[in-house]
């Protein structure tokens, strides 16, 4: 099997109010639109996509529920520690909620979390040496 990832699909209560906070808030563009979703270009070979719970659940079966964030972090590595500060600025302005301020963290980078609409935790991370290396363009 190739090593590679082809899509990353969240699972949302409300397709529109996500598109609205990941399109109108962090301004990304859609590269497709349909009935219950909505899929973003997030990398040469990779999409990321917000799909209606129900239609999820109808297809891959039930959602887990309870207390708590998801066992999941989906990260977004930017070139400096200021674009860490200025990404998290940009969510907490399209309306992200928590928003947690960058910190220097024991592995030696700078990241910061922030959570959608649906309480999915985004990083914000600035990386040291060969991890930027690989994950910034």
Do not use: C
Not at 71 to 100: C, F, I, K, Y
């Amino acid at each position: 099997m190739e090593q590679r990832i082809s899509l990353v699909t969240l699972a949302v209560a409300d397709v529109a109010r996500s598109k609205r906070f990941y399109v109108d808030g962090l301004g990304w563009q859609p590269e497709l639109e349909a009935p219950g979703v909505v899929m973003i270009k997030a990398g040469q070979h990779l999409l990321f996509s917000l799909w209606d719970a129900a239609e999820f659940e109808e297809e891959v079966g039930p959602i887990a529920q309870g207390p708590g964030v998801a066992p999941l972090t989906l990260a977004h590595n930017v070139g400096s520690r200021s674009e860490v500060d200025a990404v998290l600025q940009t969510a907490r302005m399209a309306g992200a909620e928590p928003v947690s301020g960058a910190v220097d963290r024991s592995w030696g980078g700078y990241s910061g979390y922030f959570g959608d609409p649906d309480g999915y935790r985004w990083e914000i991370a600035w990386a040291p040496r060969q991890v930027n290396a690989i994950v910034v363009p």
